[in-house]
């Protein structure tokens, strides 16, 4: 999600296969499966739908978003298969703007940008939080740069440890790392891959 043009992105999305597959991200289904009670869900750059897919079925209430017309469709079409409703909007990521103190958790998963539009980002989707709401987030490390499993090979667009701690430092932490893994997400994520991982919790 490094680039912001949408004609990119369709042109990924176009394919009939899902490109990132139909099963959810690891992290973000360990983390929701641990969630008491289904709330409402916030998803950014959700992509082809598949980890919308994968709370709707659970009971959540999912609001997703990209900026690709192709990506809505094929999770639309996820999520007619699997007899789920998911509200997907499409919309220029720099310019959502998600309603205040209204989801009970938001995941932010392999959405990546420059420093400055970070930033600006991830405090919407803070502040889109109830007290108490928590953030599920998984991007690709420094680390990553040079491996072919997957992230933008652009340094400035890789995430560190401590821009996690900066960006979320009104958030109570639960848990950071870096960890290496294996990705099996469909061909463009597929590999040893380094990610931060963050789960953070809105004071109250």
Known sequence: MADFKSNFWDER???EEYVYGTEPNQFFREQLDNFP?????LLPGEGEGRNA???A???WQVDAFDQSIKAQEKALKLADKNGVYINYLVTDLRNFAPTKNYYNAAAIIFVHFDSETRRTFYKKIIDSLLPGGKIILELFSKNQFGKNSGGPQNIELLYS????KHDFKRMKTLL???KDIFLNEGDKHSGEASVI???GEKLK
């Open 13 to 15: 999305y176009s394919a």
């Open 37 to 41: 009670i289904p709330g409402k869900l």
């Open 53 to 55: 897919v994968y709370a």
């Open 57 to 59: 079925k659970l009971g």
């Open 161 to 164: 440890l401590e821009e996690a």
């Open 176 to 178: 950071i790392e870096e």
């Open 197 to 199: 991982r963050y789960i």
